[in-house]
């Protein structure tokens, strides 16, 4: 009997092949009345003991899930250079920094902290070199930082090794600086910095910056006009990029390691939602949430085999500004915001059971469950013999089964499922793999090239 009852695990969390719609109920909100030392968050990082560190425009937090301990800046020299904090990232597994009017470092296997200043000969000057844009690490314990002022190269051990200025001294107290926009990493020994001159590439074992030409990355031909028209990069890995192009509503994915391009159009206006704010989540390799220039959270889908990006044009979350997002180690969301920090709310697993209705099972009597996918309010089961049964997810109700013996005699026999999209599922049977789409029911053999 056993073996027509269906177990099922419902698990309510982020790592899905497809993005969760993000609803404010789904969220716990943490604000200053809980202990955050400013609703305005910035930043967040969540070290290998469990504890978030949360960035604001009023002071560093440390939260444990229960209680907050605020740090500010005060006349320890280790201490936060300013309260006012604008973001945070990894250096390594062990090592952030914070970083807004110079660098703060926090290593979290030993609870040292110390401060890193790009130093210039006339101190009245030189908090306009420490206005940091951002800040990357890499193995060898080596600092790069980006700032307003230009990028610099700092050891494990913070000796200052390579310093670009890119404002003469004649000029330093005359001008706004607004040198740095992003640093990005290109492969192991590279960096491509943007910056409002265009585009520059440091090579770190040669402790050399140059400008990049055409032609000395094909790929990025059509971007060497920056900052003239406005484009705003996004990174996925070393060396991959999402790039968009705010006047012409595209996004442009660069693969610069496989020697990619594609375009896409995007059904929203660019200009008005994304910008220099904006930040980027993969959830997966193909599902991505972004968030919004002025308010709440995009979602879009990539496809690694055509190159196309679907853009999902409903803006989530929209009452919140949403400054950073972030995937914990348990997998929920955690997004800081001008209303305080929202984690995603922590859920039970639940073990349901249904089974086949007594007619399917007098009809296929050897069959068995190989496999289940959820999609939308369906639960879908693999069988062997009665092919893809079906089952309303609200109530574990059975509705139908799908057979598949119009495309041969083995199709029946379903072994595995995988969601390609939200309405696509691929559909392993004995023999052949088989696209079904969970919208209108049609199905389509997947016929191998060559």
């Not at 980006?146 to 200052?160: P, V």
């Not at 310093?163 to 491509?192: C, M, Q, S, W």
Request: hydrophobic share 40%; glycine share 6%.
């Amino acid at each position: 009997m056993y073996r027509y009852v269906l177990f099922i695990l419902l698990l309510c969390c982020t790592a899905q092949l497809y993005a969760q719609p993000l609803k404010p109920a789904d969220f716990d909100q943490y604000t200053t009345a809980n202990g955050l030392s400013d609703n305005a968050v910035n930043g967040i990082a969540e070290d290998a003991k469990g504890y978030i560190w949360l960035t604001t425009l009023w002071g560093l937090n440390r939260f444990d899930g229960n209680r907050f301990i605020n740090y500010y800046s005060n006349n320890d020299s280790n201490s936060i250079p300013s309260n006012d904090l604008w973001d945070l990232n990894w250096l390594d597994d062990k090592r952030f920094a914070i970083y807004g009017t110079a660098v703060h470092i926090v290593n979290t296997a030993t609870a040292a902290q110390q401060n890193l200043f790009i130093p210039y000969h006339e101190k009245k000057h030189q908090f306009k070199f420490n206005m940091t844009m951002k800040v990357m690490g890499d193995e060898g314990g080596n600092i790069y930082v980006l700032s307003r002022s230009g990028f610099y190269h700092f050891t494990k051990n913070h000796e200052l090794i390579s310093r670009f200025d890119y404002y003469k001294d004649n000029e330093v107290p005359l001008h706004h600086f607004v040198f740095g926009a992003e640093l990005l990493e290109i492969d192991k020994t590279r960096l491509l910095i943007i910056s409002v001159n265009g585009l520059y590439v440091y090579d770190k074992s040669k402790k050399r910056l140059e400008r990049v030409k055409a032609g000395d990355f094909p790929l990025l031909d059509e971007f060497m006009s920056y900052p003239d028209p406005p484009l705003y990069f996004f990174q996925v890995r070393p060396g991959e990029f999402f790039v968009f192009k705010i006047n012409d509503n595209l996004v442009v994915h660069v693969d610069l390691q496989q020697k990619k391009r594609s375009a896409s159009k995007v059904p929203i206006d660019l200009r008005a939602e994304i910008g220099w704010r904006s930040k980027l989540l993969a959830i997966n390799d193909s599902c991505f949430y972004i968030t919004g220039q002025q308010s709440g959270i995009y979602t879009f889908y990539f496809n690694r085999e055509t190159g196309s990006v679907k853009f999902d044009p409903a803006k989530q979350l929209e009452i919140f500004s949403c400054n950073t997002i972030v995937k914990g180690r348990d997998g929920r969301l955690m997004i800081g915001t001008n209303k305080g920090l929202l984690r995603q709310k922590l859920q039970k697993p639940v073990v349901e059971t249904t089974m086949l209705p007594a007619g399917l099972q007098e009809q296929y009597p050897n069959t068995r469950f190989d496999d289940i996918y959820l999609s939308g309010d369906k639960i879908y089961a693999a069988t062997r013999e009665a092919g893809l049964a079906v089952f309303d997810k609200a109530s574990f109700n059975f509705e139908r089964n799908i057979l598949f013996n119009h495309i041969d005699a083995g199709s029946n026999y379903v072994r595995a499922l995988a969601g390609i999209d939200a309405k696509t599922l691929m559909v392993g049977v004995q023999g052949r793999l088989i696209l079904f789409n969970t919208i209108t029911g049609s199905t389509t053999p997947v016929i191998p090239r060559g």
